[in-house]
C-alpha cells in the first residue's frame, strides 16, 4: 500500500499552507508522516510550488506536485492515483495529526478492484472522506468527476464504486480530527488533550470553476 498525503492546498481560513506549521521541534506534516510510516510500503506527499522544497526534504520516498494545483483534494487523490506504484492507496490530510493506522488497515481490507474506493463513518459525526483508501482503479471515476467540474469528496463518496465503513471503536475517533482553525493549531502546539475540531472535508471546495483539468 502506498500512503499519500496531501499538502498541496492553502487553507482559507487560517490564510497559509498548513503543512510546514512548527509543532515543537517538528511540523504538523511530519507528525502525520510518523503515524503512517510504519503502516505503507510507500510514502508520498503531495504538493505545490509553494512548498517543494520544504517537502522533498521530509523523509518520505516522494513528493508530487499536484497535476493541476490549488484546485482541491480530490485533485490530489487524482495525482495519486496517477502516479501509484500499488494496488491499495491511502489518502490522508496533512492536518491530521491523530491518526491512526489501525483505521487505514481497516478500511484498506475492505478496499478492492469491485469496492475501490472506501471512507469512514462516524456514529455521531458521519461520513469522514479521510483518512480515504482507493484501489488504482479508482483513478476512471475520480477522472471522470474532474472532467465533469465536480470537486466535491462527497460527490465521490456517493459514487456506487464507493463504500463506507462505520466506525464503532472510540479509540479510532481521534484519527478524524484536523487542524481548521488557529485556536485548532493552538491546542495541539499546547499538547493539551481536549479534542480538536472535526471537519469532515477538510480543504475541501464543493465547486472549483477555476480548476477545470
Not at 510504519?38 to 506527499?45: E, G, K, Q
Not at 469512514?120 to 469522514?128: A, D, K, L, R, Y
Request: charged letters at 20%; glycine letters at 10%; aromatic letters at 4%.
Amino acid at each position: 500500500m502506498t500512503g499519500f498525503i496531501l499538502a498541496g492546498g492553502q487553507s482559507s481560513r487560517m490564510g497559509r499552507d498548513k503543512a510546514l506549521l512548527p509543532i515543537g521541534d517538528t511540523t504538523l506534516i511530519e507528525l502525520v508522516i510518523q503515524r503512517l510510516r510504519p503502516w505503507v510500503d510507500r510514502l508520498v506527499v503531495i504538493g505545490n510550488t509553494r512548498n517543494m522544497a520544504q517537502l522533498r526534504a521530509l523523509p518520505i520516498d516522494e513528493a508530487l506536485l499536484d497535476v493541476k494545483p490549488d484546485c482541491g483534494p480530490l485533485m490530489g487523490v487524482f495525482t495519486g492515483l496517477m502516479h501509484t506504484q500499488t494496488a491499495v492507496n491511502a489518502f490522508i490530510s496533512c492536518d491530521m495529526p491523530f491518526i491512526d493506522g489501525r483505521l487505514i488497515e481497516r478500511l484498506a481490507g475492505a478496499c478492492h478492484g469491485e469496492a475501490p474506493v472506501v471512507a469512514s463513518v462516524h456514529p455521531e459525526e458521519g461520513i469522514q472522506p479521510f483518512p480515504l483508501v482507493c484501489h488504482v482503479k479508482a483513478g476512471r471515476v475520480v477522472g471522470a468527476l474532474l472532467n465533469r467540474g465536480q470537486w466535491s469528496l462527497r460527490g465521490l463518496l456517493s459514487q456506487p464504486q464507493a463504500s463506507v465503513i462505520r466506525i464503532e471503536q472510540p479509540e479510532l475517533w481521534r484519527s478524524f480530527t484536523n487542524v481548521n482553525t488557529l485556536a485548532d493549531y493552538a491546542r495541539v502546539c499546547e499538547g493539551l488533550a481536549t479534542p480538536l475540531s472535526s471537519s469532515v472535508v477538510p480543504g475541501s471546495r464543493e465547486q472549483r470553476p477555476g480548476c477545470d483539468r
